[in-house]
């Protein structure tokens, strides 16, 4: 009865500290730039949604034509690269003496859950690109017979 008391108790410090570490995650991410001046890069904005069977991305990617975005998955992570139709200037502030010019989007994402990217789906329309991603089959239910 104790031994059991105490894995209890050992889980939920796993869980919380898991918790605290996603948390610092995501306030790293979000205090940092969304543009990285030497790959002359912009970061999109973008949504993560999850269902039972699929994780759906959604990037904002407007000045872009289809064909120049590139898309790479792995089971763990989705990156995409797409290059502006125009370079965009920023008026006003230099970066290093020089001006700032972004020339892409470029954004690298670590996915919810475990994914099958071979069967990974994506569209683009109105300057939105929407990937699907289905969700890798955890086990099988093998039926006696």
């Known amino acids: 009865m104790?031994?059991?008391r105490i894995?209890?108790?050992?889980?939920?410090?796993?869980?919380?500290?898991?918790?605290?570490?996603?948390?610092?995650e995501r306030d790293l991410e979000l205090n940092r730039p969304m543009w990285d001046y030497k790959s002359k890069s912009l970061e999109p904005l973008c949504t993560i949604e999850e269902s039972e069977?699929?994780?759906?991305?959604?990037?904002?990617?407007?000045?872009v034509d289809k064909n120049n975005i590139k898309?790479?998955?792995?089971?763990?992570?989705?990156?995409?690269e797409a290059q502006l139709k125009e370079g965009f200037k920023v008026e006003g502030p230099r970066y290093?003496?020089?001006?700032?010019?972004f020339t892409c989007?470029?954004?690298?994402?670590?996915?919810?859950s475990k994914v099958d990217p071979m069967k990974a789906r994506a569209s683009f329309r109105g300057g939105i690109l929407e990937?699907?991603?289905?969700?890798?089959?955890?086990?099988y239910r093998i039926k006696i017979e």
């Open 96 to 101: 290093l003496g020089e001006e700032l010019r």
């Open 53 to 63: 069977n699929e994780v759906i991305v959604t990037f904002d990617l407007p000045m």
């Open 105 to 112: 989007f470029r954004k690298v994402l670590r996915l919810p």
């Open 131 to 139: 990937i699907r991603l289905p969700k890798k089959v955890k086990g």
């Open 71 to 80: 898309i790479n998955a792995t089971e763990d992570t989705v990156e995409i």
């Open 7 to 24: 894995s209890e108790i050992v889980e939920e410090i796993r869980r919380e500290i898991r918790r605290l570490l996603e948390d610092i």
């Open 2 to 4: 104790a031994f059991r």
